[in-house]
């Protein structure tokens, strides 16, 4: 196995009751599920009834990716069919054995856990059909042909692979559980070996294509199913077949159309998301404008108070009686300094004077 897992395998790893409960929740919305179960019931039933007689022993069935046993169930209890289920994912398979082993613990020996991308572990022609019901579409492109190689060493008579339908080349349709591929189904097996692909587009819903793989066929050929009725030349094969891609892409562009529409929406609330923000960030900055003139405004108060209140301290310290008369003695001695120390240093000034000064007098009085 390669030494980092794929995160599309990942994923199923660490699927098991989560699935479980979402398919559950999903058979009520979609039709597909149970018209699959029909279409298999009917299919392994016709194919059990043969095997019996021409064989006169059961219909050996694995189905490859059997994941919680929703198909295990019903074929196990079909009369002539010895079902076997494999699957990488631990966590789907715990869910099979809890759902499926107290009620038939012959299950047991034949439920298998297996890597993602190695070899099986059965014989060859180990069993009459191989199936698979979802599975392929996700396992990588690098790995597809390899998985398809396998089936087809393992089954000896048939392939059933009920998947979505082909495209020209592997690509990647959807980023959930880690990847969903479109193969090129009818290359990819007869790259494994001669066979006949029937391909049916018609039985199920539109985005459910049944691959029916004759290994013992000994012919390479494509059989393809429109309309109810088998195409017969290459021309009506190919008419059918490019009927089935035309139903995909428009099963792309209605996925895709939705996803817009999603997208729009989306886009519509986060431009409403932010018009609501610069709003609110607008009325956080009035409130600041009108915050800030408010503390100004108190700051302006605050200083005006410092002020009376110095004032009013200086005026009480003016007239206090115990200090009135040192003030006052204190500015009559300012008063005498201002008076005589001009004179004392001979500083004092003949043109002018003070006139309150009493020796004070003018030039012409001498
Ligand atoms: C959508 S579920 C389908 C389960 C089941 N076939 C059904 O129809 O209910 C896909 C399953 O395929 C399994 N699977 C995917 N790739 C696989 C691989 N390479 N080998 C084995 N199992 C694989 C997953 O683990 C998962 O359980």
Request: a neutral charge; glycine letters at 6%; hydrophobic letters at 35%.
């Amino acid at each position: 196995m390669s030494t980092e897992l794929k995160e599309n395998y990942r994923s199923w790893q660490n699927s098991s009751w989560n699935w479980y409960a979402e398919l559950q929740f999903r058979r009520y919305t979609i039709p597909s599920y149970d018209a699959q179960e029909a279409f298999l019931k009917g299919y392994f039933s016709d194919a059990a009834g043969r095997c019996l007689e021409e064989n006169g022993r059961p219909l050996r069935v694995l189905e490859f990716g059997c994941g919680f046993g929703r198909h295990l169930k019903y074929l196990h209890q079909m009369d002539g069919v010895e079902v076997y289920g494999c699957d990488q994912s631990p966590g789907m398979l715990s869910v099979a054995r809890t759902l499926l082993l107290g009620r038939f613990p012959e299950l047991e020996e034949r439920i298998e856990l297996v890597e993602p991308d190695q070899r099986l572990p059965y014989e060859d022609d180990a069993f009459d059909i191989v199936f698979t019901v979802s599975v392929l579409i996700h396992v990588s492109p690098e790995d597809v042909a390899g998985r398809v190689k396998e089936l087809r060493r393992v089954a000896r008579s048939r392939i059933l692979n009920v998947e979505l339908p082909p495209f020209t080349h592997s690509y990647l349709w959807d980023d959930a559980h880690g990847g969903c591929w479109l193969h090129d189904f009818p290359r990819l097996h007869r790259q494994a070996g001669p066979c006949i692909v029937e391909v049916d587009g018609d039985s199920l819903a539109p985005n459910a294509v049944i691959y029916d793989v004759a290994c013992d066929g000994g012919r390479d050929g494509l059989r393809v199913l429109q309309g109810g009725k088998w195409a017969e030349s290459p021309e009506q094969v190919q008419e059918a077949r490019l009927n089935i891609l035309l139903e995909y892409s428009k099963l792309c562009r209605g996925r895709a159309q939705q996803n817009f529409a999603r997208e729009a929406e989306t886009s519509r609330e986060l431009r409403d998301e932010i018009r609501e923000l610069k709003r609110r960030m607008r009325t956080l900055r009035v409130d600041n404008r009108s915050l800030n003139e408010r503390v100004k405004k108190r700051e302006q108060t605050i200083r005006r108070l410092r002020a009376t209140r110095a004032l009013k301290f200086s005026y009480w310290l003016a007239n206090h009686p115990l200090l009135r008369p040192v003030a006052k003695t204190a500015f009559d001695a300012l008063v005498g300094i201002r008076r005589f120390l001009p004179r004392a240093l001979g500083l004092e000034r003949r043109d002018g004077g003070d006139p309150r000064d009493s020796d004070h007098k003018a030039p012409d009085d001498e």
